[in-house]
């Protein structure tokens, strides 16, 4: 078992990874302490159960709400009837809320968490590989608008992540290129070694590789917990992303979004001198060898900058991005004009 501290003072909280851990968590309970178990159709039918035995084997008294899949139910409606859950359910101000799933359901478990009675306890039980490492740690919680992803929520930290790397041998292999581009991100962002390890592994996915993004994530929010400086370098690629997965009406995976952004991300930091066109195609390379695209089709220029533009990242109404200036090191920018933006997304649109 592998344990990684998020040191946040009275909020700190462990990240347990353990290969069959589902098969024996255990969470420090009050007797007959009220759950919610949040989880959509697809993961409730293949570890509600057992999640819900282990709960009432720790002494809590389990419930369950079940919410439709992807991210176009990431919404306030579907928060809405998690917490009429919750209360029809009578769960109190020591009760909790335990998110069952990926970064859609974690998200929403976790915001509904912090809005029921003003904040409730909270636990996260990712089953991706995207919510493994980075979306169930580092307590981000919310939903979408149809302006924006994500343009409501809380920093709301869980009690404790519980990893289970073995559920990864039930997902499509279309999700585990979903969540490596996360992976990718944290060797571009603040780990050559790392990096360099994935090109000769060509992306494998192990509990190692799991516990290693979470120690880099939980290094970071313990530092800036609310992103008010270094967090905000973990959204490489995300405000380009971001705005790709709303344009194309959530067809294209978060995973994919950002694979592309960190594309977008990269060519910009090329054509203004800050990287060098051999980083920007060993990240291309690793991400291509990962099974994720760098380019897009389809979609116009002007509306990828339009829907970026709605991103809460901004300061004084210009865009802050997250620009490679080596490799395992990134900055921020927020003095760019929109025209060389336009002219970096142009150079990565077919």
Known sequence: MTKVRMELGKRSYDIVIRPGVLDSMKLQMRKDRKCLVVADHNVAALYLDKVMARLKECGANPISHIIEPGEKNKTLETVG??????????????????????????????????IYMRGIGFCQVPTSLLAMVDSSVGGK??????????????????????????VLNTLPAFEKRNGLAEVIKYGVIMDYVFFTDLEKSKGEITPDVIAHCCHLK?????????????????????TFG??????????????????????????MSVRNGLWSKEDEKRQNDLLLAA????????????????????????????????????LGKVELFNDFSDEAILEAIRSCCD
């Open 81 to 114: 009837g998690i917490c009429r859950t919750a209360a029809q359910a009578g769960l109190e101000r020591k009760s909790l809320i335990v998110g069952l799933g990926g970064g859609v359901t974690g998200d929403l478990a976790g915001f509904a968490a912090a």
């Open 141 to 166: 919680t919310g939903a979408d608008l149809p302006e924006g992803k994500n343009l409501i929520g809380a920093f709301y930290q869980p009690e404790m992540v519980i990893i289970d790397p073995e």
């Open 218 to 238: 939980a290094e970071v929010v313990s530092e800036d917990e609310t992103e008010q400086g270094r967090r905000a370098i973990l959204n490489y690629g995300h």
């Open 242 to 267: 971001h705005a790709i997965e709303l344009l194309s009406e959530f067809k294209l995976s978060h995973g994919e979004g950002v694979a592309i952004g960190m594309g977008m991300a990269a060519a």
């Open 291 to 326: 099974g994720l695209p760098f380019r897009i089709g389809g979609f116009k220029a002007e509306d990828i900058l339009a829907a970026m533009h709605h991103d809460k990242k901004k300061a004084h109404g210009k865009l802050t991005l997250v620009l490679p200036v080596e």
